[in-house]
C-alpha cells in the first residue's frame, strides 16, 4: 500500500491502487487518493521520476477530501516495470496515458491532467487520441519542452552549438549507474535540475527519487527524449492550457515554454517561477498546486461537472475561507 506522509507524519494512504494495462500490455502502477466522487485530477511525473514526485500537490489536494487524485508510474519507473528494449517511445507514452485514463477515471468523466518534463511530453503525445480527448477538461504542463531538447539544454556550460549539443547528449544518455545517494551527488543534482535557491530537504527528496530510477529505464527515455518533436501534439491540445516553468531551468529552459504557450491553440498563460530550476513540483509545490487547484475549480468542479463535484468544491472552498478568518483573528 503506497503511503505519503501527510503533515507531521500522519500518513496519507491510496484510496486505491489500480494495474493499468497499456496497447502493448506493458502494466502501469496506478494510485488513487481521495475520496470517489470528487473532482479528479490526473498527474504524470517525468524522467527518472516516480509517483513520489507529487507527494506535496497529493497531501494537500486529496488531503484536503475534496479532491481525488490520480498518480502513476511511467513505464519502467517506480512500480511500473520495466519494458523491453522497443518498448520506449513517445506512442507508448499516449498508449500509456490513455491506459490510465480508462482505468482510473468513469467513462466520459473529465479531469485536470498535469505532467511535469516528460509527463508534459506525454500529455502532448497523447493530445490528439480518443481517451485523452474524452477524458481532458484541462491541463498543465509544467516545466516541459516539445523538440530540441538537448541543443537547447544549459545543463553544460558550454556556448550553443554542435559540440554542447553532443557532449550533452552524452551526458544525459550515460549507461553508469547513479549510485547511493551521497553530498555530493546531491550537489550535482542540484546544479543540473534545480534553482540555486533549493532547500536542502527538498534538493534531498529529489535525489531519493531520481536515483531510484532503474538505469536501463533512464538511458532508453533519454534516447526518446533526445529525438523528441511534438510540434504536432501542441497543436492537437486544444483544451484550455496553462503552461509553467521555473527561469532557472537548465534541462528544459524557458525558452521551450515560450515556444509551447505561443503555439497553444487554447492558451491560459505561462507562469514563470524566478529562481525555480526544473523540479517545479517539489521546489515550488504551492505555486504548482494553486495552479492545479484553480484548473480544477474553473473546469471540472463547476456547474458542468454536476452537483457532487459542486458540493464538494464549495466545502473546500468553506474551509479555506474558515482557516483564512482564524489566521486573521489571531493576528
Not at 73 to 94: E, F, K, N, W
Not at 267 to 289: K, R
Request: net charge neutral; charged share 20%; with cysteine.
Amino acid at each position: 500500500m503506497s503511503r505519503l506522509m501527510k503533515g507531521e507524519g500522519e500518513p496519507l494512504v491510496a484510496s486505491r491502487e489500480l494495474t493499468a494495462v497499456s496497447a502493448d500490455g506493458s502494466r502501469l502502477h496506478v494510485e488513487v487518493y481521495g475520496p470517489e466522487g470528487a473532482p479528479a485530477l490526473v498527474l504524470a511525473h517525468g524522467w527518472t521520476c516516480s509517483t513520489l514526485f507529487w507527494s506535496a500537490q497529493i497531501r494537500e489536494l486529496a488531503g484536503s477530501g475534496a479532491y481525488r487524485v490520480v498518480a502513476y508510474d511511467q513505464r519502467g519507473h517506480g512500480r511500473s516495470p520495466a519494458v523491453g528494449p522497443d518498448g520506449y517511445s513517445t506512442d507508448a507514452l499516449a498508449d500509456d496515458l490513455e491506459a490510465v485514463l480508462g482505468a482510473a477515471l468513469a467513462p466520459g468523466e473529465r479531469a485536470v491532467l498535469a505532467g511535469h518534463s516528460m509527463g508534459g511530453m506525454t500529455i502532448m503525445a497523447a493530445a490528439g487520441r480518443p481517451g485523452f480527448r474524452e477524458h481532458a477538461a484541462a491541463v498543465l504542463l509544467c516545466s516541459t519542452g516539445s523538440a530540441r531538447l538537448v541543443a537547447e539544454s544549459l545543463v553544460l556550460p558550454m556556448r550553443a552549438g554542435r559540440l554542447r549539443t553532443r557532449f550533452t547528449r552524452a551526458v544525459l544518455g550515460a549507461r553508469a549507474p547513479l549510485g547511493p545517494v551521497t553530498p555530493l551527488s546531491k550537489k550535482i543534482l542540484k546544479y543540473a535540475t534545480m534553482g540555486p535557491g533549493a532547500a536542502p530537504e527538498r534538493v534531498a527528496q529529489c535525489a531519493r527519487i531520481v536515483h531510484a530510477c532503474p538505469r536501463a529505464a533512464r538511458v532508453a527515455w533519454s534516447h526518446v527524449l533526445g529525438e523528441l518533436d511534438l510540434g504536432a501534439g501542441i497543436r492537437e491540445l486544444t483544451v484550455p492550457t496553462a503552461v509553467l516553468a521555473g527561469n532557472a531551468d537548465r534541462l528544459t529552459p524557458p525558452v521551450h515554454a515560450r515556444e509551447i504557450e505561443a503555439a497553444l491553440p487554447h492558451s491560459l498563460g505561462l507562469t514563470e517561477l524566478t529562481g525555480v530550476g526544473h523540479m517545479t513540483p517539489v521546489e515550488a509545490p504551492e505555486a504548482v498546486t494553486a495552479k492545479l487547484r484553480e484548473l480544477v475549480r474553473t473546469y471540472v468542479a463547476g456547474p458542468a461537472a454536476g452537483a457532487g463535484a459542486t458540493v464538494v468544491a464549495d466545502v473546500a472552498d468553506v474551509a479555506e475561507v474558515t482557516a483564512g478568518e482564524a489566521k486573521e483573528q489571531a493576528v
